[in-house]
């Protein structure tokens, strides 16, 4: 005997009702490592720059360039890593890197980070992985 399709509803509806969902599994949450700063005389390094780039997929001279806008200080790139011509508190690092990854790479739908970027014309647009959304991109960098 075939079962009803209510009957297959019902029994689908109460499997998923007992299925739990933990925030911070594998279950595509992302989380951005926090920069491991290191002071080199008036300098600041941000040491795991390739680790935090890799996360978030994104490129380094976008991190450097955007760090170098809003601290108002020269930057270079050596070794994978940022190094900004001034001594910055890991605090204030930390808020611009959360700055950063909320404008050029938080979806503003769905709040993922499973995102990429995409230039038309002269827009840049954050098209997200996961619900398909784009955005653009409202923050002028050079």
């Given at each position: 005997m075939i079962p009803?399709?209510?009957?297959?509803?019902?029994?689908?509806?109460?499997?998923l009702s007992k299925i739990k969902v933990s925030h911070g599994s594998s279950l595509?949450?992302?989380?951005?490592?926090?920069p491991k700063?290191?002071?080199?005389g008036k300098w600041t390094s941000i040491e795991n720059t390739k680790n935090i780039l890799e996360v978030i997929n994104r490129d380094i001279t976008l991190l450097a360039l955007f760090f170098q806008k809003e601290f108002n200080v020269p930057s270079k790139i050596e070794d994978n890593k940022?190094?900004?011509?001034?001594?910055?508190?890991?605090?204030?690092?930390?808020?611009?890197?959360?700055?950063?990854?909320?404008?050029?790479?938080?979806?503003?739908?769905?709040?993922?980070l499973d995102t990429k970027i995409e230039?038309?014309?002269?827009?840049?647009y954050i098209k997200c992985m996961?619900?398909?959304?784009?955005s653009p991109i409202i923050y002028y960098i050079r």
């Open positions: 009803k399709y209510e009957d297959m509803l019902d029994e689908v509806y109460e499997k595509g949450l992302i989380s951005v490592p926090l700063v290191n002071y080199i940022i190094i900004l011509q001034k001594k910055i508190d890991f605090e204030k690092i930390k808020d611009k890197l959360d700055k950063f990854v909320d404008i050029f790479v938080r979806c503003p739908v769905c709040k993922k230039k038309r014309e002269r827009i840049y996961v619900c398909g959304a784009e």
